[in-house]
């Protein structure tokens, strides 16, 4: 089940962010902040009281999410192919 496989939060208050792209040459000017803008009037929407992120090492955008109100909640621990990979968990509450 997909689902279940994208994230370790299982509720139905929040809303995941599977992911969130800008090009590069397009970063800086906005679009990123629109995106999530309207992500969270989504969320409002459904009614979520909070959003969840799972993403890798990725300091440029732990920053965006940080800037825009995420913590990390927890780490997440699974092996891709012969190497164990971590994934932080985000929280962004509404």
Known sequence: NEALAQTDIHDKVSVEIERIYVR???????FGMYLMENVIQIALKE???????????????????????????????????????????????L
């Open 24 to 30: 590069r040459k397009f970063q800086g000017q906005g």
């Open 47 to 93: 009614r979520a009281l909070y959003l969840v992120k799972r993403m890798g090492e990725n300091e440029k955008a732990l920053q965006f999410y940080q800037k825009h109100g995420f913590y990390q909640i927890g780490t997440h621990y699974f092996v891709m192919g012969q190497e164990k990979q971590t994934d932080y968990v985000l929280r962004k509450d």
